[in-house]
């Protein structure tokens, strides 16, 4: 039986409000509502900086049992110190997330595209030393990685290989743990607004499914977060993949528009 964790990147978006929140809506209630349409999300913030407990208290208080939340590492960490004397910050970034407990996902690694294999012994050696008690994914956005010497380097410490829907990088990735992290990107900026889907991807999310088909008798759970560069507005795209998967949906709660005739 695989568990299926479904959701956005991110979920503070000024355009969703009227199209996914209800207007008037405080923002400090959006964590809280979003977790009654999904049962997941990416948190982007945490990319910028380790969060403040108070606030990841709020996303664990906010949230109902089952809910899991997954964390981007930050980039002093991956991207400003490609993972070179960062063992300090990354403890501190870990002590801090665990406060979700068993709402906690996996912590995901994104290397920009400057990070090439060469990198290899850095994250060798920066794997090693992970609390393999938590879950955590890499992401690549350099094409070198893309061997299977990533697939054993990673399989051997079971870190999950994020498969990833982004301009220069193949989709497919190989298996290493008993998780697979999808994330679909789409191209940065081609949107002006982003409250509804803006071209159509369901042949895109057709090809993911057959995929995640393809792996999902080596798995125990699958992640999928949608980002709103993808389709123009990621809400509705989650849905059409749980859609395409069977499982079953739930619109947000908005007020129905009067009709004159």
Same mark, same amino acid.
């Given at each position: 039986? &695989?568990?299926?964790?479904?959701?956005?990147?991110?979920?503070?978006?000024?355009?969703?409000?009227?199209?996914?929140?209800?207007?008037?809506?405080?923002?400090?209630?959006?964590?809280?509502?979003?977790?009654? +349409?999904?049962? /997941?999300?990416? *948190?982007?913030?945490?990319?910028?900086?380790?969060?403040?407990?108070?606030?990841?208290?709020?996303?664990?208080?906010?949230?109902? #049992?089952?809910?899991?939340?997954?964390? #981007? &590492?930050?980039?002093?960490? @991956?991207?400003?110190?490609?993972?070179?004397?960062? =063992?300090?910050?990354?403890?501190?970034?870990?002590? @801090?997330?665990? *406060?979700?407990? =068993?709402?906690?996902?996996?912590?995901?690694?994104?290397? !920009?595209?400057?990070?090439?294999?060469?990198?290899?012994?850095?994250?060798?050696?920066?794997?090693?030393?992970?609390?393999? =008690?938590?879950?955590?994914?890499?992401?690549?956005?350099?094409?070198?990685?893309?061997?299977?010497?990533?697939?054993?380097?990673?399989?051997?410490?079971? +870190?999950?290989? &994020? /498969?990833?829907?982004?301009?220069?990088? !193949?989709?497919?990735?190989?298996?290493?743990?008993?998780?697979?992290?999808?994330?679909?990107?789409?191209?940065?900026?081609?949107?002006?607004?982003?409250?509804?889907?803006? +071209?159509?991807?369901?042949?895109?999310?057709?090809?993911?499914?057959?995929? *995640?088909?393809?792996?999902?008798?080596?798995?125990?759970?699958?992640? /999928?977060? *949608?980002? =709103?560069?993808?389709?123009?507005?990621?809400?509705?795209?989650?849905?059409?993949?749980?859609?395409? +998967?069977?499982?079953?949906?739930?619109?947000?709660?908005?007020? #129905?528009?009067?009709?004159?005739?």
């Amino acid at each position: 039986m &695989v568990d299926y964790y479904i959701g956005t990147m991110g979920f503070s978006y000024k355009d969703w409000v009227g199209a996914f929140y209800p207007k008037g809506l405080a923002a400090r209630d959006y964590l809280s509502y979003y977790s009654r +349409i999904f049962n /997941a999300v990416e *948190i982007d913030s945490t990319f910028y900086g380790t969060p403040r407990r108070e606030a990841v208290n709020r996303w664990e208080e906010g949230t109902p #049992k089952g809910f899991k939340v997954c964390v #981007k &590492v930050p980039r002093e960490i @991956t991207h400003d110190a490609g993972l070179v004397n960062v =063992d300090n910050e990354m403890l501190r970034f870990i002590d @801090t997330v665990q *406060i979700l407990d =068993d709402k906690l996902g996996v912590i995901l690694l994104q290397f !920009p595209p400057s990070f090439a294999s060469s990198n290899a012994i850095h994250l060798s050696a920066f794997l090693e030393r992970l609390n393999m =008690d938590l879950r955590f994914a890499v992401e690549f956005r350099h094409r070198s990685w893309y061997t299977s010497q990533t697939t054993e380097l990673l399989a051997k410490h079971n +870190i999950c290989w &994020v /498969a990833t829907e982004f301009e220069g990088v !193949p989709k497919e990735v190989g298996l290493t743990s008993d998780i697979l992290f999808i994330r679909l990107v789409g191209k940065h900026g081609r949107f002006n607004s982003h409250d509804r889907e803006q +071209i159509e991807v369901s042949p895109q999310l057709e090809w993911w499914w057959q995929w *995640i088909r393809s792996q999902a008798e080596m798995v125990q759970s699958v992640y /999928a977060f *949608i980002n =709103d560069d993808f389709s123009g507005y990621a809400p509705a795209s989650v849905n059409k993949l749980k859609g395409i +998967i069977g499982l079953p949906t739930v619109e947000p709660d908005l007020p #129905k528009q009067m009709k004159l005739f």
